[in-house]
Nanobody
Framework: QVQLVESGGGLVQAGGSLRLSCAAS????????MDWYRQAPGKQRELVAT???????NYVDSVKGRFTISRDNAKNTVYLQMNSLKPEDTAVYYC??????????WGQGTQVTVSS
């Protein structure tokens, strides 16, 4: 079993920054992809950013140039640095990790609210 603990959400004004963290613990053999998703009220959950075990990254178009995903493999932790935040970035942000066995786990979610 793998547990994910997220932190770093909060309330920020438009143009501000936040850094989300997601630490994995438990029976971890290997972590492959680590992802950040978000879900705004009334909308479907969407993939925001992905980082592979080799460090390759991918982003949804709406956050390119503003968000940066990174990982610390020694700490089994993934980060999401969010700059130039916009009100439309307001959502609950979830991390997801995919283990070497192909099983995936979700974090509990952290609220990000951007005021205009």
């Amino acid at each position: 079993q793998v547990q994910l603990v997220e932190s770093g959400g909060g309330l920020v004004q438009a143009g501000g920054s936040l850094r989300l963290s997601c630490a994995a613990s438990g029976s971890i053999f290997r972590i492959n992809d680590m992802d950040w998703y978000r879900q705004a009220p009334g909308k479907q959950r969407e993939l925001v950013a992905t980082i592979t075990s080799g460090g390759s990254t991918n982003y949804v178009d709406s956050v390119k140039g503003r968000f940066t995903i990174s990982r610390d493999n020694a700490k089994n932790t993934v980060y999401l640095q969010m700059n130039s935040l916009k009100p439309e970035d307001t959502a609950v942000y979830y991390c997801k990790v995919v283990t070497g066995w192909g099983i995936f786990y979700w974090g509990q979610g952290t609220q990000v609210t951007v005021s205009s």
